[in-house]
């Protein structure tokens, strides 16, 4: 099949990549020229494991090409993706200026049927805005007649683990209209889909709204574990009891099981905490408080100075003859996404207290350089104050503490022995709840985690 993918960022990208693999030709566009030209020349311009020999292959098969050309994007596919990116206003709403845009663009270019896919994250009601603005641009053309269906197909895909989640679905959820379009348009979505699907059945037809609905539903459930459990670990920490146990214990109900149920720095990452807020918005223009997802906010925007209360309560409010080493900047690992990444509020905080840090991440470096000269765009000559390691033991050298932020293989067994010999002083305040706390002690470290209060 004939595929257009409109954004060509993380999920744009992995959904093209993917779908040209599977054999269709696939159109990634973009409006960033500079994506576009890493792309042509074979470079990815993100972290995204399996992703740039993937990419690869198929440009060199020319089952997939990368453009700016608008009126080529919408000549080409058959199927138009749209996946550029749906930040946060500032009342929390969804930002929907790109998805719009992308949707008169497909409205000022078609000649024919077009299937419209929303596979960007958006509130409920956005398919008929979409749609709304296709038929007006189609209308000033003179070219009512021209028909289209617009589908909701919210994409689940993981950062990190992008290209298995996208090859190996857990469910493929596609929102109709209960039309002749929507008919024509499941057909051909059941027909790109039809691989996947192979080993049993994972799609989920419905209503347009549900679909839109049951992305918002997904993320402000795994949302809420994590800062239900990051309470509960707080809580651990008062009354002496070690939040790990108590994960396994609870896990083993299947009825909660064990996943996304780990206590640590709060949620980050370019989804969870624009999703939540989206929710909420949406909730209250309908009347309605959403007041599970207000805790869980609040809960999310205390978590992330839970390691700078911990070091401020061993060191004191002054920090600057304080030297500071850190584990991992990017807001999960093997990805270099730094949005909303918990380590910027820490490194922030540290800075203005006076520390000095030296950081190591196996691949966020160059990004959280980019974010951090924002971060601190009122107080740039703090950036002075920190340096970027090439090695997780570089990093440790001479430092009064080293503080874990993301959880990297790389740092899931460091030779102690060394790592001790390296700081000036053996404290560890582990943001993810790496390492056993009485080994840790056995080792001679002070070990400092997130509600492991009664291994302490
Ligand atoms: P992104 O910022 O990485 O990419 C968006 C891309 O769209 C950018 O390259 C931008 O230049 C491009 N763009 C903007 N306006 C355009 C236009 N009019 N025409 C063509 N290109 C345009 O965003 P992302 O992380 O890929 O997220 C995209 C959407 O998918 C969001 O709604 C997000 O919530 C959702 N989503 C993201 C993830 C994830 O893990 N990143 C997972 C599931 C869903």
Not at 53 to 70: G, K, Y
Not at 113 to 131: C, E, L, M, N, Q
Not at 394 to 406: G, H, K, P, S
């Amino acid at each position: 099949m004939n595929i257009t993918i409109i954004g060509t960022g993380y999920v744009g990208l992995v959904t093209g990549t993917c779908l040209a693999d599977l054999g269709n030709h696939v159109f990634c566009l973009d409006v960033d020229p500079a994506k576009i030209a890493t792309l042509n020349g074979g470079d990815t311009p993100i972290y995204e494991p399996g992703l740039p020999e993937l990419v690869q292959q198929n440009l060199a098969a020319e089952r997939l090409s990368f453009s700016t050309d608008v009126a080529a994007a919408v000549a080409h596919g058959e199927v138009q993706f749209i996946a550029v990116g749906t930040p946060s206003d500032e009342d929390g709403s969804a930002d929907l200026q790109y998805v719009l845009a992308a949707a008169r663009n497909i409205g000022r270019h078609m000649e024919g049927f077009k299937v419209v896919v929303d596979k960007s994250t958006v509130p409920v009601g956005t398919a008929d805005k979409v749609r709304a603005v296709i038929q007006e641009e189609l209308d000033k053309r003179g070219r009512g007649d021209i028909g289209f269906a617009v589908v909701s197909n919210p994409e689940f895909l993981k950062e990190g683990a992008a290209v298995d989640d996208f090859m190996r679905p857990d469910r493929i959820v596609l929102g109709v209209s209960d039309d002749e379009a929507g008919a024509q348009a499941l057909a051909v979505m059941r027909k790109l889909y039809a691989p996947f699907n192979r080993n049993h059945e994972r799609t989920r037809v419905m209503d347009v709204r549900s679909a839109e609905f049951t992305k918002y539903a997904a993320n402000a459930m795994l949302a809420t574990r994590i800062s239900f459990m990051n309470e509960l670990a707080n809580l651990a920490d008062r009354v002496g009891a070690d939040i790990e146990l108590v994960r396994q214990g609870m896990g083993s109900d299947p009825r909660i099981g064990y996943s996304f149920l780990y206590a640590g720095t709060g949620y980050g990452g370019s989804c969870f905490p624009k999703d939540v807020a989206a929710l909420a918005r949406t909730a209250a223009e309908y009347g309605q408080q959403l007041k599970v997802l207000g805790a869980v906010e609040a809960v999310n925007d205390a978590q992330k100075t839970v390691l700078v209360d911990k070091i401020l309560e061993r060191f004191g409010p002054d920090l600057s003859d304080r030297r500071f080493a850190l584990w991992g900047l990017a807001f999960k690992p093997n990805t270099d996404d730094m949005r909303e990444a918990p380590s910027r509020v820490l490194i922030g905080a540290l800075l203005r207290a006076g520390a000095r840090i030296s950081a190591h991440d196996p691949v966020a470096v160059d990004e959280a350089r980019r974010v951090l000269a924002q971060d601190l765009a009122d107080a740039p000559a703090l950036l002075g104050n920190i340096q970027f390691a090439a090695s997780p033991m570089q990093a440790a050298e001479q430092a009064d503490a080293l503080v874990i932020v993301t959880e990297w293989k790389a740092y899931k067994a460091p030779h102690l022995v060394r790592l001790k010999s390296l700081m000036k002083a053996p404290v560890i305040f582990d943001g993810r709840n790496l390492y056993e706390p009485w080994a840790m002690r056995d080792a001679g470290f002070d070990y400092v985690g997130i509600g492991r209060g009664s291994s302490r």
